[in-house]
């Protein structure tokens, strides 16, 4: 059974440094993985999406990254600010595109001190 | 098309009381998920359907739960009997078959009294 962790679970630094969050899981047979971000009581939005093929994806200050034979991904968010103050999400699909439905770990809380 | 939109947003419900949430999917996604969350973990799967089909459940889901689609567009989610344990965000999202991502609506934040 695919396992999701996230480390760590909660963090707090001053805006303006730049951050790296950590997912890992334990079969490395992904389709791919993508990174969430929820506000307190709202929905998933998606930030990033890598395919199992994909070493990257960048979107604007955003940067994930995929090692799939480890099992790992890091979520480097460059120069933070107040509004980057989330919860963090990473899900791993299962092969097959899906059919499964994704693995989420448990997120990590992040708060950007002003 | 706005995204994935479920109705409603919030729901407080006496236990005992039967509860329907409804999805709707973006337009051309043919996969829907229901997903349930509970504070301070991941969202975890339920179900899911290809168009009209649902093709597979969890073991979460127990026999008080029933999930349809009928016409592959829109989505409904019912609890019947609701026990305080299925107090939860409930989630639903759409894809398309070949795993180009996952797009998630605002949920239904279900409280049993």
């Known amino acids: 059974k695919q396992e999701v962790t996230q480390i760590p679970a909660a963090l707090s630094v001053p805006e303006g440094e730049n951050l790296v969050l950590n997912c890992s899981f334990t079969?490395?047979?992904?389709?791919?993985l993508q990174w969430f971000r929820q506000d307190p009581g709202k929905g998933l939005t998606s930030l990033l999406l890598?395919?199992?093929?994909?070493r990257e994806q960048t979107s604007g200050r955003l940067n994930a990254s995929l090692d799939k034979s480890s099992g790992r991904s890091t979520l480097y968010i460059a120069a933070s600010q107040p509004g980057d103050s989330a919860t963090y999400l990473c899900?791993?699909?299962?092969?097959?595109?899906?059919?499964?439905?994704?693995?989420f770990g448990k997120g990590t809380h992040l708060i950007i001190q002003p | 098309d706005t995204g994935v939109s479920q109705d409603p947003r919030h729901k407080i419900t006496k236990r005992g009381q039967n509860v329907t949430f409804r999805c709707d999917p973006i337009?051309?996604?043919?996969?829907l998920y229901w997903y349930r969350q509970t504070l301070g973990q991941g969202p975890e799967f339920l179900t899911y359907f290809q168009n009209e089909a649902q093709l597979e459940k969890s073991r979460l889901l127990s026999d008080r739960f029933s999930a349809e689609r009928p016409k592959g567009s829109f989505s409904t989610l019912e609890i019947q009997r609701t026990e305080q344990g299925d107090s939860a965000m409930y989630l639903c999202a759409s894809s398309l078959v070949g795993g180009s991502g996952y797009t998630f609506g605002s949920g239904t934040r279900l409280t049993v009294v």
């Open positions: 079969d490395s047979a992904i389709y791919n």
């Open positions: 337009s051309e996604h043919n996969r």
């Open positions: 899900a791993v699909t299962p092969p097959g595109g899906g059919a499964d439905g994704l693995t």
């Open positions: 890598i395919q199992s093929s994909q």
